[in-house]
């Protein structure tokens, strides 16, 4: 039939369009999926020392502040400070956060550094520019109904939706509702 030719050519060419945010959308889903056990967004580092200050270092948070910043040879710009408790004091800068406990002399400085590519691809995902990249997203999830609807009418015969594929269509909509009723309802 000649409709099944134009319909492989067409779901063959927005397949390739739409491999690039399949890509995009796969790597963020997967960081995405497991954010109760890392951070997607950014890799933090933790280097923990201890940071001898003079009793005059401490006489008042800005001197506490101007003290840590010196002494820890931190040289991004202050950013904020606050005291949690009157033990200790955070600093951040645009690069780290820093925890000072003023008994203990402790200092954790903590690095925060992006994930390349990830970053970037959770930031499209959830749709976080908002504006035109949500028809981008609403047009991308169009594309994905149409590769999956035209998908089934591809094969004919045996493999196709005369049998195998109807069995496995029923699966693929099988699978999420045993999940719902697992975990939803």
């Not at 890509?23 to 960081?31: D, L, M, N, P």
């Not at 955070?90 to 003023?102: D, G, Q």
């Amino acid at each position: 039939m000649k409709w099944r030719r134009w319909l492989r050519a067409i779901h063959r060419d927005i397949g390739y369009i739409l491999t690039g945010l399949t890509v995009i959308y796969s790597v963020s889903g997967i960081a995405v999926n497991h954010v109760d056990q890392w951070n997607p967004n950014y890799i933090i580092e933790k280097k923990t020392t201890i940071l001898k200050l003079d009793n005059k270092d401490k006489s008042s948070t800005q001197s506490l502040v101007n003290a840590i910043m010196y002494k820890s040879g931190e040289d991004e710009i202050l950013k904020n400070s606050f005291r949690p408790d009157s033990n200790s004091i955070k600093l951040f800068t645009e690069k780290h956060n820093i925890t000072y406990n003023i008994t203990s002399e402790e200092l954790t400085k903590e690095e925060i550094k992006g994930r390349p590519f990830i970053k970037e691809s959770n930031y499209l995902h959830l749709n976080t520019p908002k504006k035109i990249w949500t028809y981008v997203a609403d047009a991308f999830a169009f594309g994905l109904i149409f590769l999956a609807v035209s998908g089934l009418f591809m094969v004919k015969g045996r493999n196709g939706m005369k049998w195998r594929g109807t069995w496995l269509t029923i699966a693929g909509i099988l699978i999420p509702i045993l999940f719902l009723l697992l975990y939803y309802y």
